[in-house]
């Protein structure tokens, strides 16, 4: 029978690449965002593989997490797969001068709201005494760089959460595992740069950054191992980046 997976994030970047490989080998998922009009553009596009059902929430509200991922359809209630992949960078600042708001968004965000659609997701996964979940850390939350204060805190946490869940979990046989990318060029230094396009380019000049699709081949690797092996962590960096900080650039 199918696997169903549900992927937070999957209007954009690795959560939109991993949809794309997931439906290509026959996986029926949920996928997850808050922007409609990409949800209805990704159905009718992925629709042709595989079944698909769009569901619209904020991971920030806990209410219409757990009340939208309650209330899927039965064909779709049955998840094998979880990809925790929704989150952001907002911002890059000096401790002292970082916003309020930016602080809020990453830890409501990449935090809360990665534990609000688990709560939802694992009772399932506990009932059938199986399931996978990958949770979309960060390089961010391997090694702190300047600037990235809160930001590399939300990645650092999602890496507890992480171990923390294979460790609880483990008793149910269920798989738990993290993908930590570096430097991938998706959306996500528009949005930490609050759609300033000249500084978010800036970012991946003068090398070659990962794709979407090179974390999406991983992930995808990843959720088809036999089921008695669980790759736990995996750090995925472009050659030309050594660490956070260091970065082989040709200007
Ligand atoms: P994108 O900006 O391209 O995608 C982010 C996705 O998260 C979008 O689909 C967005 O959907 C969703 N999202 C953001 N905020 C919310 C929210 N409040 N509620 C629901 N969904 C939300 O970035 P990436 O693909 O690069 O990022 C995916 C993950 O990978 C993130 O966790 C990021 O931290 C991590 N990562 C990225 C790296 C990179 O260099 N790009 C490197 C290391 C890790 P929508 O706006 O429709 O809600
Ligand atoms: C995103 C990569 O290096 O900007 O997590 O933190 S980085």
Redesign the pocket.
């Known amino acids: 029978m199918s696997k169903t997976a549900l992927i937070?994030?999957?209007?954009?970047?690795?959560?939109?690449a991993t949809a794309q490989i997931f439906v290509e080998n026959g996986i029926n998922l949920i996928l997850?965002?808050?922007?409609q009009g990409?949800l209805d553009a990704l159905k009718k596009e992925l629709g042709v593989y595989s079944q698909i059902h769009t569901l619209n929430?904020?991971?920030?509200n806990r209410e219409e997490v757990l009340e939208k991922i309650g209330s899927l359809p039965s064909s779709f209630s049955n998840i094998d797969i979880l990809i925790n992949?929704?989150?952001?960078?907002h911002g890059l600042d000096s401790i002292e001068d970082g916003s309020l708001d930016d602080w809020d968004a990453m830890i409501d965000?990449?935090v809360k709201?990665l534990l609000y659609v688990s709560k939802a997701v694992l009772l399932g996964m506990i009932d059938k005494k199986a399931g996978h979940v990958i949770n979309?850390?960060?390089?961010?939350g391997k090694e702190v760089y300047p600037k990235g204060n809160v930001y590399c805190a939300s990645?650092y946490a999602v890496d507890a959460i992480n171990q923390g869940m294979r460790i609880d979990l483990n008793q149910y046989g269920i798989r738990v595992g993290a993908v930590?990318?570096?430097?991938?060029e998706?959306?996500?230094s528009k949005?930490r740069f609050k759609g300033d396009d000249g500084k978010a380019d800036v970012v991946y000049k003068g090398f070659q950054p990962l794709k979407?699709e090179d974390i999406a081949d991983i992930i995808f690797f990843v959720v088809t191992r036999p089921y008695h092996v669980n790759i736990a962590d995996l750090v995925v960096m472009p050659t030309a980046q050594a660490s956070a900080t260091i970065l082989k650039k040709e200007l």
């Open positions: 937070t994030g999957a209007t954009s970047g690795i959560g939109r997850c965002g808050r922007r990409r929430f904020d991971v920030r992949n929704a989150g952001n960078a965000i990449n709201g979309i850390g960060s390089i961010a990645k930590n990318p570096g430097a991938v998706t959306e996500f949005v979407p």
